[in-house]
């Protein structure tokens, strides 16, 4: 039975998922709430949180690796019309790497480091597809060549420490691409590198994803980077989705406190940013609150119904929602 | 302020989720309860520790006397584990040996820890400073190295046969053999706290070299150091065992379980087994629990491996609670 | 030829860290209460006889005048005599060490052969019979005193189920020894085509291997278990989850990764054991080094000792010289 079917609908559908540890002694700790996803083949999304907003959690939990003791509690996460909780082991195994790829942040300290660059390509070409040993090195050399790694050959038999940043970045995104997945997640991918290397990356990545049209789920912290290439933009904040709107939509009206004050950083406007950024304490590495808006502890608007009552996600304009009582008007 | 929210955060190990003295008593009894052996280690060294306070009034033959007649009787009545060759009770003599062989372990593993980890924190304190602290400092590493470097047990004979066959000199043997491994721990984990910034900003702000090293480094080391002691107090019996096999230990007739299974070595090959075996029994099964206790400390004092426990204990205890809602509705 | 440079850095450094080695051990056996001479010449020897063979022995020199012309004696080869057996101590380590080499070394393979098959099993599952074999085998065992576990395989095998030789030494007596080539007596015995001899060897070699590599798996189980279990939970074996790589194939990388410390384990018992088999060598009258020098030390004989020392310092620098040469056949980042 083949699991790679083409369809006419989303790529990727997340239904009210959520994600929660055990305490000891106390309710279990949810790291992602109530998050409502549908992504299209060929769309770019953008997930912008901080540490702890639940944004790793995501990306994990689409490839169904959450950590044990943490469980998914509810909803459901449909890939290509299938719903992932009904599949065996076996079969999603065969997923990922195929199906679904992911890149990492940190590439050197996840890439194994007793094996080559060509070894570690050439595991995932041998255990996903059918390819003899030629086959695998030419398919190899041409992988780092569309990442644009210089000089190939003498690359496939480094090791991960003698790479740079930059070019440890570069082959996780070729093993990621080895076997023309449909769904490629991004995490991080671009934290910790120089800037002309980030620039460079997301060139790749946005080439990739027009000329073959790949979904990608590009998780960052730093918003300013899915103003580059992304068709929707999500904002992660404890667990839920804050605000979800096109891109041209969300930087020109935001609506929830918490997204303007994550682009206020870059305001020209003065007063914009005192306004925003001023009164902020650093309270959030507490868990969230067990009731109203969780973002009613740093936001300077909050008023009483906040601290009460939870908010729902609501349609402000078509395609743009926000999980705001009193969402900023233009 | 800073200095002290950093040193009060990062000093102090994580509390389990349940704060507060009651909590981490039932988070303990949780612990045993969900991993049997643990509790096995400390009925095990609770017996042992029992018998060596109640021997006296617990055995029902006095360990060193004689009655020739009765000599290699069987495990019968009323000699429960029968007689050696000179018609000691074996029970008895069983029974009383963890006086001897805990006090020794006892104290030679706490004068080699304190020994040990004030060498250590000195040594790796003054490591980097000029004059005749690193000297000091260097000279106590090479001559921890060459003490390693001895083969173990020849070295214990020879402090023994130094110092005159005495239970102090066992004492200081174990003692001896021991200081190594405390002062690498602590050496290490001073140099690893010294690297931390924080810990430099309390420098620089003036509090005392005694106070930075006792507040950080104590509570940082206490783990590993807590853990260790556990095993090497099991291991100093064995050494104390195996020093008192060969003769250069506790003399007959003191009952020692080493000592007893020496005597007991020529009654084996022709079958009386019961000499040598029961007290080689005790010692295995004590050193047991002290590994096994030792086991559980690693566990508690490491945050990481006690969060995960939290959530695997929490996991069960709604488990049971369900099983014990759906028999009850049933 | 870079290879070459760092064995030669090395070995550059031994010959001072073994003259330390030796001289520690010289303060501390010259503290061992007893005379030599009287314990040579019994107690009906004359002063003068004393006087004079203490003068013979340099007894009556420095501390110190004694430690060099020990140290100038080693240089030329001399390790000098054993009052006990009355020959040079070269020759009876000659005879012994090899016997702890042998026993050691196999003691060692069975332990590896337990211990890391059942460690790698402890780290893959969570719950099960598997799991909970290795975590008790692991503590249990490296809690039994091997003299006693010697006495309770003698007793079982020997005097209840007569299955292997009586546990005296190496051979038995009425057996013919090969020529010593190496000093080990399967491989002697296999060289000589002495096939008598070779099972003769190996019968004897049964219980004091089983003793003591029984025991020693234990840390080598648990040295696995807890490594592989750091490997298997570490970045890396994440990410080949990630890309969907088999169970078989996550679990080879991260025993690949587990090497090192499992190499440092085993090197670390071995030179443990070269000194601490002496108790089973007793048990099994072996005949060992480790026997040897702890009769030197109860007797006050020092030249044995010393001997043994030194060829077990030796022994170690080389052990820990090959540990190192492996870290850099395994581990590209060393290189």
Known sequence: MSDRRVEGGPVLAIESLAVAFPRYGGEPVHVLRDIDLVMAPGEVVGVVGESGSGKTMLARSIMRLVPVPGRIDRGRVVFAGRDMAELDAETIRRMRGRDIAMIIANPRGELDPLETVGQQIGNVLRHHLTLDRAAIRVRTLELLRQVSIPDPERRLDAYPHELSGGMAQRVVMAIALACQPRFIISDDATSGLDVTVQAQVLELMRKLVVERGTSLLFITRDIGITAHFCDRVAVLFAGEIVEIAPRHAFFADPRHPYAILLLAAYAQNERLRRYWLGDTTAGAAEGPATTGCPFARRCVRAQDRCRAEHPRLEEMAPGHFARCHFPVER | MAQRTSATRIAEPEPPAAAGGSGRLAFFLALLRARPSYALGYIIVGVVVLLAVLAPWVAPFDPVRASPADFLKPPGWPYLMGTDATGMDIFSRVIHAPRIDLAIALAGTLISAVVGSALGAAAGYYQTQRGVGAFASGFVMRAADVLQAFPVFVFAIAVVAVLGQSLQSIVIAVAFVNTPIYLRLMRSQVLAIRRMRYVEAAYIAGVSDLQILTRHVVTNAMAPILAQLSVNIGWAILLTAALSFIGAGVEAPTPEWGSMIAMGYQSIITGHWWPSIFPGLALALTVFGFALIGSSVEVLADPARRRALAGELEARRRLRLQARAAGAGA | ?335
């Open chain 3, 1 to 335: 030829m870079q290879l070459l440079a760092y064995i030669g850095r090395r070995l550059l450094f031994v010959a001072p860290q073994l003259v330390g080695i030796l001289l520690v051990s010289f303060l501390l056996l010259k503290l061992i209460p007893g005379d030599p001479a009287v314990m040579m010449l019994g107690p009906f020897a004359t002063d003068d006889g004393l006087a004079r063979l203490r003068q013979e022995l340099g007894l009556d020199r420095t501390i110190l005048e004694q430690f060099l012309i020990y140290l100038g004696n080693v240089v030329q080869g001399d390790l000098g005599t054993s009052w006990q057996t009355t020959l040079p101590v070269t020759t009876d380590l000659a005879q012994r060490f090899p016997a702890t080499l042998e026993l050691v070394t196999l003691a060692l393979l069975l332990a590896l052969a337990i211990g890391v098959p059942l460690g790698i099993a402890g780290a893959r599952y969570k719950r099960g019979v598997l799991r909970t074999t290795a975590d008790y085998y692991g503590l249990f065992a490296g809690a039994l005193p091997d003299f006693w576990f010697g006495l309770v395989l003698i007793f079982v095998f020997y005097t209840l189920l007569q299955v292997v030789p009586p546990p005296l030494g190496r051979l038995d007596y009425a057996i013919l020894p090969p020529a010593t080539v190496t000093g080990s007596l399967l491989i002697d015995s296999a060289l000589a085509g002495n096939w008598q001899a070779l099972r003769n060897a190996a019968g004897h070699l049964i219980l004091p291997v089983a003793t003591l590599g029984l025991i020693n798996a234990g840390p080598i189980l648990k040295m696995t278990q807890s490594t592989m279990e750091r490997m298997l939970e570490s970045d890396f074996s994440r990410y080949a989850e990630m890309c969907g790589l088999p169970d078989r194939v996550v679990a080879r990388k991260a025993l690949r990764n587990a090497l090192p410390s499992i190499v440092t384990i085993v090197s670390v018992l071995y030179g443990f054991l070269i000194g601490g088999a002496v108790l089973v060598e007793i048990v099994f009258s072996w005949g060992g080094a480790g026997q040897y020098a702890v009769g030197g030390v109860l007797n006050a004989d020092l030249n044995p000792v010393l001997g043994f020392v030194l060829y077990s310092a030796i022994l170690s620098l080389v052990i820990y010289l090959l540990v190192d040469l492996i870290y850099f056949a395994i581990d590209p980042r060393t290189r």
